[in-house]
T-cell receptor, first 117, second 112 residues
Framework: SAVISQKPSRDICQRGTSLTIQCQVD?????MFWYRQQPGQSLTLIATANQGSEATYESGFVIDKFPISRPNLTFSTLTVSNMSPEDSSIYLC??????????????FGPGTRLTVL | DAKTTQPTSMDCAEGRAANLPCNHS???????VYWYRQIHSQGPQYIIH???NNETNEMASLIITEDRKSSTLILPHATLRDTAVYYCTLKIGETSGSRLTFGEGTQLTVNP
């Protein structure tokens, strides 16, 4: 199965600043997803990132606030811009594996725990 | 809104089977049922998925009713390490890019 790493694993930031979260996969994948998990809550999809095209954002999420890059088939970044305490969450990268015995399974990274003061 | 409903919490004795129910009464014909679990502070872990037939793998069994409006995840011999939040989700087909939408999940606590 795909192995996913995220950097940083956690961070504490000041309001008004921005943080870029990196997601690295050990194999080429077509689809990458970014989720947010607010404290004590379930996962909410932010956007879907395809290589070579604009990310597709879910309702309630906009590119200016959460710009995403997808420069190649193994890497993506999510930036949380102009942060406020309400952005304190775990941010999770996820990939869809369309190869071999794990066809159509979706795997998640370990997450980035963000605290905004 | 999530298309699945699950009990908020369940308890299970270690070594016994854990049966986690999920209702998805508005499921579409091309939607698969997926189960994930999330152990505290970790990313969700894939468990199993199915369309209409019962499925089994090394982790669990998935029983889907004939009308596909509900399903049950079975952990045959629960251990303390199975304590986690279990999410039942729906995903359209086996097409690339179809989204997983998570509900609130069931907090399963396995007791010694």
């Amino acid at each position: 199965s795909a192995v996913i790493s995220q950097k940083p694993s956690r961070d504490i930031c000041q309001r008004g600043t921005s943080l870029t979260i990196q997601c690295q996969v050990d194999s080429q994948v077509t689809m990458m997803f970014w989720y947010r998990q607010q404290p004590g809550q379930s996962l909410t999809l932010i956007a879907t990132a395809n290589q070579g095209s604009e990310a597709t954002y879910e309702s309630g999420f906009v590119i200016d606030k959460f710009p995403i890059s997808r420069p190649n088939l193994t890497f993506s970044t999510l930036t949380v811009s102009n942060m406020s305490p309400e952005d304190s969450s775990i941010y999770l990268c996820s990939v869809e594996d369309l190869s071999g015995r794990h066809y159509n399974e979706q795997f998640f990274g370990p997450g980035t725990r963000l605290t905004v003061l | 809104d999530a298309k699945t409903t699950q009990p908020t919490s369940m308890d299970c004795a270690e070594g016994r089977a854990a049966n986690l129910p999920c209702n998805h009464s508005t499921i579409s014909g091309n939607e698969y049922v997926y189960w994930y679990r999330q152990i505290h502070s970790q990313g969700p872990q894939y468990i199993i998925h199915g369309l209409k037939n019962n499925e089994t793998n090394e982790m669990a069994s998935l029983i889907i009713t004939e009308d596909r409006k509900s399903s049950t995840l079975i952990l045959p011999h629960a251990t303390l390490r199975d304590t986690a939040v279990y999410y039942c989700t729906l995903k359209i087909g086996e097409t690339s890019g179809s989204r997983l939408t998570f509900g609130e999940g069931t907090q399963l606590t396995v007791n010694p």
